[in-house]
């Protein structure tokens, strides 16, 4: 079970802090499209998902998108959001991840993944020994597939709060919390 908990879970990416990732030493922020930083399918960021990426970049933090949808699909979200992107990533294989964070020229050590799914962003990231962010899924997923793994997700959820995890919320104090 430990390969799929996440490191931290957040209510929404724009919880994530750059005073939390300072006191983390998380220089780079690998991160997934879908259900993460906007809808399924959309092209549109949230207005607090674009602020959010306006305070990483006002902090230093480096970003990255790792998909593992087609380049037809990250590839003009990635170019509106003015992120480079790595295409068909195939998480939770490390490899993606990898040429992500070697892009951004950020130690393993210094990086993070953050994304929604268990079996893909947090297997994926445990995998490749870096830190997982786990963010709730922005809308309810329509997908059977992905329907029925977030069933499958339940235990892993269920596991990390009785170990003591906790999610944190924007009105949470997330810059104590250490990871």
């Keep these: 079970m430990a390969l799929f908990t996440p490191t931290v879970i957040f209510d929404r990416i ?13 220089k ?15 092209q549109e960021l949230p207005p607090d998902v674009e602020q959010w990426l306006q305070r990483m970049r006002q902090a230093g933090i480096k970003m990255m998108i790792a998909s593992n949808n087609t380049t037809s699909r990250v590839e003009p979200f990635a170019k509106r959001v003015g992120l480079d992107y790595r295409a068909f990533c195939c998480k939770p294989s490390p490899f993606g991840l990898r040429s992500a964070r070697r892009a951004m ?6 990086a993070a993944l953050v ?3 268990i079996y893909t962003d947090s297997l994926g990231a445990n995998l490749y020994g870096i830190r997982m962010l786990l963010v709730r899924p922005m809308h309810e997923d329509i997908k059977p597939m992905i329907r029925f793994k977030r069933m499958l997700e339940k235990p892993v959820l269920e596991r990390y709060y009785k170990k003591g995890g906790r999610m944190i919320s924007a009105k949470s104090d997330a810059d104590k919390l250490g990871v």
Excluded at 28 to 42: E, K, P, Q, R, Y
Excluded at 105 to 110: L, N, P, S, W
């Design 28 to 42: 780079g922020l690998i991160l997934d499209v879908d259900n993460t930083l906007t809808a399924h399918g959309s």
């Design 115 to 117: 994304g929604d799914q």
């Design 14 to 26: 724009s919880s994530i802090t750059p005073d939390f990732l300072r006191e983390n030493g998380i």
């Design 105 to 110: 020229g950020v130690a393993k050590e210094a």
